[in-house]
């Protein structure tokens, strides 16, 4: 007796669309690989020179580095595999000789090279782990190419991984240990020794990672006496938390730190650099989380004594629902916000040279924060509470201005959709509803203590909140695929791919200048003159525009050598025939300092002058240049209609300000 198994047509229909779906995410994923080694280590910035002094120290002597540093596990993961590319590429180039595309090889461009491998890695791991909680107990390759498609094209979180710094590393361990964080409440997997392994991995990398690990602690000690009901057995449960999750991360940082072997009392120096961070903190806002754990330990055994229907075992659905309809009214109001008022209100007043005097400012009782890495924030309010919630505003505003329009409308989208789902399909609040709360819950308890920090943020300070708020908007649509037929879910996917084509395409080689089609193109580019601002709080660039005004000077200036005077940092890769002069004008002040300043670039014989966006808000001299002759610059580093950069011919700026 012989059977035939047939197969519809609709499957067949449903395995093609599959198929196709999969080819284009596959695709775009390359591509986007692709662009992380665009001009990979050609542009400068002074934290990579400082990184790769860290990594030669290490490679020269584990003992000699200092620990508060930090990049302790890219001494492990970047600097060993660094050295062994940088043997073979020396043997086989010369410094600035082309090795392939546009890459040239520099001293950062083996160390860059395993930097950004080892990123990719921890990308396609962050992706899996979103997959997991969005997919409970099934797995889709697909769902895989998507996260991982929509992760890898957050452009700030690329321009980091291809910048050799501790940023990168540390935001992706901590990321992942959110994850396993929210896997390990909402579903019982894993358990506390790995969230504790990778926080410490993360404040290894970069000490301003501890406030994850505090974040993951406070939140886990509030929700013990809700899931615990006895109080001893909650006070047991918490005890056992802290201690394993404390010495897992102690156990993390002595095994991976060399130096620490050898002089155990070195681990007190991983800890030096902490303090310095909440010097704007007062100790009545750092005493309300041991205040609210105090509460929750003793007054809730008593309410659910006496009140038991206050404190029920699980979320009710309409309190769900209207936590969800709260944030999905929150984001909108923020969206629209950063759309119509996209003015700058945070004022800095340690920009030597601008009009803000902050004695004056105290002695009328307006609030201004105590400075931390050479900034200071004030909004001119004499109300603290007040600079807080418009710091928090602002973040929330960059925030819309640097993620991708795709990425945007899945965030914004993100609650509605998952109560449209949760309406239709009860099982999906069960499921989803904790894993997502706590997933929003880490990026708006950061962008709250930053805020409180009243911390000089920019950009790239934000990537993992920003992050975050992307696996956010991605967590609804990986549970809607699973619920609506092969053909919405393919087009869905094909259509995501295709635009995120487009992003990896954009604002390229370095990513970190990317800007959405919210932000106003004349309103920022006028910030370049403004030296009262704090203009970093969207991005004014580092020193990725050397690169483009170096290329502009090798392929259209034939007459060499040139003399090229820059203000804060040559590029990586030298082309042949520019001579690179550093022009400090750090201490000029006034007219009479600039002229004497230009006389002896003159004696220099200097043929062009670069001003970058990030020195001419903060050097006078570099402002008042600037300001009178910005439009007879004979080429402007412009991306995505944004100016980061000026080069002009020394002649002109010499017949502007004249002996």
Request: hydrophobic residues 55%; glycine residues 4%; charged residues 15%.
């Amino acid at each position: 007796m012989s059977s035939t198994n047939s197969v519809s047509p609709k499957t067949k229909s449903n395995d093609v669309l599959r198929i196709l779906a999969t080819v284009g995410l596959l695709a775009a994923t390359l591509v986007s690989i692709a662009t992380y080694f665009w001009g990979l280590s050609q542009y400068p910035t002074a934290d990579q020179t400082s990184t790769l002094k860290r990594l030669g120290a290490f490679l020269a002597d584990v003992r000699s580095i200092q620990l508060s540093d930090g990049s302790l596990i890219s001494n492990l993961l970047i600097a060993y595999p660094g050295e062994w590319l940088n043997s073979i590429l020396s043997r086989l180039y010369q410094l600035n000789d082309l090795i392939v595309w546009d890459i040239h090889y520099t001293p950062i461009l083996p160390f860059a090279f395993f930097q950004v491998v080892v990123a990719l890695v921890l990308m396609a791991y962050l992706a899996s782990l979103v997959v997991r909680l969005a997919g409970a107990s099934t797995w889709s390759s697909n769902a895989f190419l998507f996260t991982l498609l929509v992760v890898m094209n957050f452009p700030m979180l690329k321009g980091i991984a291809k910048v050799l710094k501790y940023d990168i590393l540390s935001t992706l361990f901590a990321a992942i240990a959110i994850l396993h964080y929210v896997g390990y409440r909402a579903f019982g997997r894993n358990g506390v020794a790995v969230i504790a392994i990778f926080c410490g991995l993360a404040y290894l990398e970069k000490d301003t990672s501890l406030s994850i690990t505090i974040l993951i602690c406070w939140l886990e000690l509030m929700l013990i006496p809700l899931l615990v009901p006895a109080p001893r057995e909650a006070a047991a449960a918490a005890g056992r938390f802290l201690v394993i999750f404390g010495l897992t991360v102690l156990g993390t940082c002595v095994l991976l730190v060399p130096k620490i072997w050898l002089n155990p009392l070195q681990m007190r120096s991983i800890f030096a650099s902490v303090p310095l961070y909440f010097v704007n903190i007062k100790p009545s806002i750092a005493l309300l989380p041991f205040v609210a754990l105090l509460l929750i330990y003793l007054g809730l055994p008593a309410i659910r004594k006496r009140w038991p229907a206050l404190v029920p075992s699980k979320m009710p659905a309409q309190v769900a629902t209207i936590f969800f309809l709260i944030i999905s009214l929150t984001v909108v109001a923020l969206g629209v916000s950063a759309i119509l008022f996209q003015q700058n209100v945070l004022f800095d007043p340690t920009i030597v040279g601008n009009d803000i005097d902050v004695e004056a400012l105290r002695a009328q009782s307006i609030y201004v924060a105590r400075p931390i890495a050479y900034s200071a924030i004030t909004t001119m309010d004499h109300s603290a509470m007040l600079q807080h919630l418009k710091e928090f505003w602002s973040m929330a505003r960059v925030i819309f201005y640097t993620l991708p329009e795709i990425t945007l409308v899945m965030i914004v989208a993100a609650a509605p959709l998952f109560l449209f789902l949760a309406r239709r399909n009860r099982s999906v609040l069960d499921l989803h509803m904790i894993p997502l709360i706590l997933v929003l819950f880490f990026p708006v308890a950061m962008l709250s203590a930053f805020s409180f920090a009243d911390l000089p943020f920019e950009p790239k300070y934000l990537v993992l909140v920003s992050l975050l708020l992307t696996i956010f908007g991605v967590y609804p649509m990986l549970v809607w695929f699973e619920n609506i037929n092969t053909a919405t879910t393919a087009a869905v996917q094909t259509t995501v791919a295709a635009l995120m084509v487009l992003v990896a395409l954009s604002a390229a080689p370095s990513y970190l200048r990317y800007k959405n089609v919210v932000r106003d193109r004349a309103l920022d580019n006028a910030a370049a003159l403004d030296m009262n601002r704090y203009i970093w709080w969207t991005w004014l660039g580092w020193g990725e525009t050397a690169y483009p005004m170096s290329r502009y000077v090798e392929q259209n200036v034939t007459t060499k050598p040139v003399t090229v005077a820059f203000d804060y940092w040559a590029p990586f890769y030298r082309a042949p025939g520019l001579i690179w002069l550093e022009a400090d004008f750090a201490k000029c002040q006034s007219m009479d300092d600039l002229k004497k300043r230009l006389q002896e670039m003159e004696e220099r014989s200097v043929d062009f002058q670069i001003i970058s966006k990030n020195m001419s808000n903060r050097q006078w001299c570099l402002n008042t240049i600037l300001g009178r002759i910005k439009d007879k610059a004979v080429f402007v580093d412009s991306q995505q209609g944004f100016e980061y950069g000026w080069l002009f011919r020394f002649g002109d700026v010499l017949e502007a300000f004249p002996h």
